[in-house]
């Protein structure tokens, strides 16, 4: 049993839905603007979710899709890594045009616990596999510049060698904060992401979407809807919550169980 310190959130899926909204419309631009005749579906952006991390799923997508859909494999130019590179700078500078549009909100319930977290003083951190800007991006035109700041430590991208389902990120956070695991209680949205968290030690509460809703959470404490509002309740998938929408004391019954 450990008193509640700190949460610490994924972002893409779990903050808002920004995977279908954001991310699949930003590859698809960036794929027209280098001339390129891809254009990924909603269908198939779901089986390349597969692979976190944008270049590595431009990578998945060129080994394992693209031959299929053609019958050839995909000439790689000389530079392989440069030209996927500058796919995902250009993507990356899609997305957070989007972000900045207003386009991608944030899922509901997150900015009450959020709320509630800061009034409580409670430590708050990120643990996402996306590029920092995209972060940045999110959390500003959402929730404000400022918001930048609740956050102790922001884990994001590359700063790990080994995206999720590794528990790099996680342990990342965790270590950065100088928190122990059993501390802490971590929100996903996917199988990936809570093998992730689960690989690090953290209770889980999952919040699915539609992406999700078919993946195995057998490891997560709590999966829900959505984390709730008071007048617009949860449905608990998973586990049990006495509260209607998820609060700070559904938070620290779970660390205390
Ligand atoms: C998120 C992802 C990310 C984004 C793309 O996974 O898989 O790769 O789709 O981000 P999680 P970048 O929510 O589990 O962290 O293109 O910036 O890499
Ligand atoms: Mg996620």
């Known amino acids: 049993m450990s008193q509640l310190e700190a949460l610490i959130f994924d972002v893409d899926g779990t903050l808002s839905e920004t995977e279908r909204d954001g991310h699949l419309v930003a590859f698809n631009l960036a794929f027209k603007e280098a001339d390129l005749d891809w254009n990924w579906s909603v269908t198939l952006y779901g089986q390349l979710l597969a692979v976190t991390g944008g270049k590595e799923r431009i990578r998945y997508y060129l080994s394992d899709f693209y031959s299929d859909e053609r019958g050839e494999a995909f000439a790689e130019p000389e530079d392989f890594a440069a030209f996927v590179a500058d796919l995902h700078a250009a993507k990356t500078r899609f997305y957070t045009q989007l972000v900045a549009d207003a386009a991608v909100p944030l899922r509901t319930g997150v ?6 977290a800061r009034d409580a003083g409670l430590r708050m951190a990120i643990a996402t596999t996306t590029t920092p800007a995209n972060v940045t991006a999110l959390l500003t035109h959402t929730l404000g510049a400022e918001s930048i700041d609740w956050f102790e430590v ?6 790990v060698p080994a995206k999720k389902p590794a528990a790099d990120i996680f342990l990342y956070a965790i270590e950065k904060m100088n928190l122990k695991a059993e501390q802490c209680l971590a929100f996903e949205d996917s199988e990936n992401g809570l093998l992730s968290s689960n690989g690090a030690g ?40 006495d509260e209607p929408y998820f609060n700070l004391q559904s938070a620290r019954k779970i660390l205390q169980d």
């Open 111 to 116: 900015v009450r616990l959020i709320q509630e």
């Open 154 to 159: 922001i884990a994001a991208g590359d700063i």
């Open 202 to 241: 953290l209770k889980t509460v999952v919040t699915i979407n539609d992406y999700t809703s078919d993946h195995d959470f057998t490891g997560a404490v709590l999966v829900l809807s959505d984390l709730g509002e008071p007048d617009q309740p949860m449905t608990v998938l998973q586990g049990h919550c």
